[in-house]
């Protein structure tokens, strides 16, 4: 059976599409640092910032503007109760079992997209996440293990040229943010949308 997701795949669809959005993304994260200190306004706008794969997903050039949609607060419980729940499992199993704790918060990982995007429970989110990446985990793990290493080798590179390497690592920071943001829209766009028409074989 064809795969719906492959760590090449994921990487190369994901850079294309965070590439994209890289203007709109960062005047996305201006707007959010202007508005986190507006209350209640922020709640919405915070909320937006950590879901934006699901624009992303949906394909073409995002806006920045899409942070001030109202949606975004109306959730506000069910999101609050969602980080809650993840957090009351997951922090206890960080203390005692540490690759348990991880392989669960992959399984979630999907949950707070899900939640946004089709306005259902929050536990209900956390199910149908791990139902989502069942098969799919070490999938996961491998992207962001590839582009974590790719980061940190061109950090370290990048390092070694004094001021001229920092501002370099800075833009590195901001091209790694927006290939991640890209690579977990392909990876919510396959695993839950069921969109596997451009997935790449690895």
Do not use: H
């Amino acid at each position: 059976m064809e795969r719906k997701i492959t760590v090449l795949g994921v990487i190369q669809e994901g850079v294309g599409i965070g590439l994209k959005n890289a203007l709109s993304l960062i005047g996305a994260v201006v707007l959010w640092l202007v508005t986190i200190w507006v209350p209640y306004i922020n709640v919405g706008t915070t909320i937006a910032i950590l879901t934006i794969p699901i624009e992303l997903s949906k394909g073409g050039v995002i806006s920045p503007l899409f942070i001030f949609d109202g949606k975004y607060r109306q959730y506000m419980g069910e999101f609050f109760t969602l980080i809650g729940l993840m957090m009351l499992s997951i922090m206890p199993a960080l203390f005692f079992m540490v690759i348990p704790a991880y392989i669960i918060a992959i399984g979630w990982s999907l949950a707070i997209y899900i939640l946004l995007d089709k306005g259902i429970a929050p536990g209900e989110a956390l199910v149908q996440s791990n139902k989502a990446t069942n098969g799919y985990k070490w999938t996961i793990f491998g992207v962001g293990l590839v582009l974590g290493l790719a980061f940190l080798i061109l950090s370290w590179v990048f390092g070694l040229l004094g001021a001229v390497g920092s501002i370099l690592v800075f833009l590195l920071l901001i091209v790694y943010q927006v290939i991640a943001l890209g690579c977990n829209a392909v990876i919510y766009r396959n695993l839950v949308l069921g969109n596997t028409d451009q997935t790449t074989i690895e």
